[in-house]
């Protein structure tokens, strides 16, 4: 059985591994220079802006995470929320543990009382849009996103 838990300081090596296999996933290797350090330095710092879950088995052993942070749409004018990362390791694919993590930020989302949950997905990374296609989330054509080093 797959449970959902927030990320703890002690979970700071398993997220980087988690960060690493996502950028396999996606090609992107050379993009990482995250280290467990920069991780228990930004994630767990007492102003961070960003929430982690895990996904553990019953043996406790972590097979996914996900990382999110508060946005906002001036639109609506209310909070909501990000998804920057979802990944799960590839032997614990099709097991519903992506859904299960879906459904988690889902919940945590409308008690903080966000209204919508978005997502940007690597042109890549087929079988992560495959995966939201099948979950029936809606797609945005209206967008652009652009960046500038700073």
């Known amino acids: 059985m797959i449970q959902i838990r927030e990320a703890q300081p002690k979970d700071a090596g398993i997220i980087?591994?988690?960060?690493?296999?996502?950028?396999?996933?996606?090609?992107?290797?050379?993009?990482?220079?995250?280290t467990e350090q920069d991780i228990l330095d930004s994630v767990f710092a007492p102003d961070t802006?960003?929430?982690?879950?895990?996904?553990?088995?019953?043996?406790?052993?972590?097979?996914?995470?996900?990382?999110?942070?508060?946005?906002?749409s001036t639109f609506k004018a209310v909070a909501n929320y990000h998804i920057e990362d979802l990944f799960v390791f590839p032997e614990y694919r099709k097991l519903g543990i992506g859904l299960k993590?879906?459904?988690?930020?889902?919940?945590?989302?409308?008690?903080?009382?966000?209204?919508?949950?978005?997502?940007?997905?690597?042109?890549?990374?087929?079988?992560?849009?495959?995966?939201?296609?099948?979950?029936?989330?809606?797609?945005?054509d209206y967008k652009s996103i652009y960046y500038m080093n700073v």
């Open 101 to 140: 993590l879906m459904n988690h930020i889902k919940d945590y989302a409308d008690s903080k009382g966000a209204k919508v949950v978005d997502w940007y997905v690597n042109n890549r990374n087929l079988s992560a849009m495959d995966f939201y296609d099948r979950i029936g989330a809606k797609k945005l």
């Open 49 to 72: 802006h960003v929430t982690v879950f895990v996904a553990e088995n019953e043996e406790q052993k972590v097979c996914g995470f996900t990382l999110i942070f508060k946005s906002f």
């Open 16 to 34: 980087l591994e988690c960060i690493k296999g996502l950028a396999v996933h996606v090609d992107q290797v050379d993009m990482v220079t995250a």
